[in-house]
Nanobody, 125 residues
């Protein structure tokens, strides 16, 4: 079965950096766009970043542009989210998701095919 397993979350001070990873198995990883969403307590799950199958097209939410970078390694079936200049408002559970095609066609949670269980990122002020 398909598994997406996030790792790398933790506690970091404001202004710091963190990299979260998502290892995929059970699917042809290079055939799908990959996404990072986040959900803060009491809030909806929102898109953070997306990357198409070969990394040639990337999408970022306005709130993270210039600070976060999404990348992927198809040989290792892994997608990454490098987070720099972290702010307390970045505190959330970060979820990895796979799309339904090679291209980034949607940025809504209901457009995803599979989800990981999430990794908690806490940014202290």
């Amino acid at each position: 079965q398909v598994q997406l397993v996030e790792s790398g979350g933790g506690l970091v001070q404001a202004g710091g950096s963190l990299r979260v990873s998502c290892a995929a198995s059970g699917l042809t990883f290079s055939s799908y766009a990959m996404y990072w969403f986040r959900q803060a307590p009491g809030k909806e799950r929102d898109i953070v970043a997306a990357i198409n199958w070969n990394g040639s097209n990337r999408y970022y939410a306005d709130s993270v542009k210039g600070r976060f970078t999404i990348s992927r390694d198809n040989a290792k079936n892994t997608v990454f989210l490098q987070m720099n200049s972290l702010k307390p408002e970045d505190t959330a559970v970060y979820y990895c998701a796979s799309g339904r095609s090679q291209l980034v066609r949607t940025t809504t949670a209901d457009g995803m095919n599979y989800w990981g269980k999430g990794t908690l990122v806490t940014v202290s002020s």
